[in-house]
């Protein structure tokens, strides 16, 4: 099969998996449209001040993080593969009268319409396994970044692919399974989806390589979400694993600068 192939798989999955995402407690729509906040504590905390900049959210779903950066005052266009994605992100904008703008395209090749590059671009939690090219991405977010502007991306852990019993090095073709989503209701909506292991050096070297500045590389030993099997939460909002006795690194996060 081709990428283009794989990407409309993938495309279709998430088609599914929007209108799924959208009607579960897992994201909790009704918590955000009483004025809440989709946002975990690490990206608060390292993402601290947003307001007046300029914010691009690739592979933004539904677009509650873009919205939620919205409340903290930045300006904020989010980008996603799947249409019905982005319409419900729209929807959201309108009920919430956030003002954000969402476009829906293939994060590896977007390209800003006419625009001033961005302050910040962020991307977060479960986002780069759908990447076939890691170094066409890169190129994405230095082409539509300021000079001087922030790279951040908060994101699973590829070694808890590896327990899970996947590759933790990029294959020449993608794992291609039928999954059922991570949310409570979604036992019942099973999607063929296409994933591409990436392990954390070719995501930091593919940032590198398209001339971004690390400046932080940090890991976690719990996630912020309950979604994966097995993981117990020791504090609120903090999902830990072990393995062999020790806790399992669950999240990292990478803040660049171009």
Known sequence: MSESDYLAINRAGWDQRAQVHFASRFYD????????????????????????????????????????WVRLG?????????PVAIR???????????????????????????????DIVFTSYGAV??????????????????????????????????????SYFTQSEPDVEEQATYAENGSGAVTRLATWAHPLSSVVNALVGAGLHIEQLNEFPF???????????????????????????LVYSVTARR
């Open 129 to 166: 396994c759908w990447l076939p090219d890691l170094a066409r991405w890169a190129r994405v977010v230095v082409d539509n970044l300021r000079p001087g502007g922030t790279f951040y991306m908060v994101e699973f852990h590829p070694i808890y692919d590896l327990l899970a019993g996947y």
């Open 88 to 118: 419900l992100a729209r929807d959201l904008a309108a009920q919430t009268e956030l003002d954000a703008q969402f476009v829906c395209a293939d994060a590896s090749a977007f390209q800003r319409d006419h625009t001033e590059p961005f």
């Open 29 to 68: 729509v009704p918590g955000f449209l009483a004025g809440g906040s989709s946002l975990r504590e690490i990206e608060r905390a390292e993402l601290a001040d947003v307001a007046g900049e300029r914010l691009l959210h690739l592979q933004c779903h539904f677009g509650l993080d873009t919205l939620s």
């Open 223 to 249: 996630s912020p979400y309950d979604c994966f099997p097995g993981l117990v939460e020791r504090e609120p909002g903090r999902f830990y694993l072990e393995h062999a006795g020790h806790d399992v690194p």
């Open 74 to 82: 930045a300006a904020c266009t989010g980008v996603d593969i799947s």
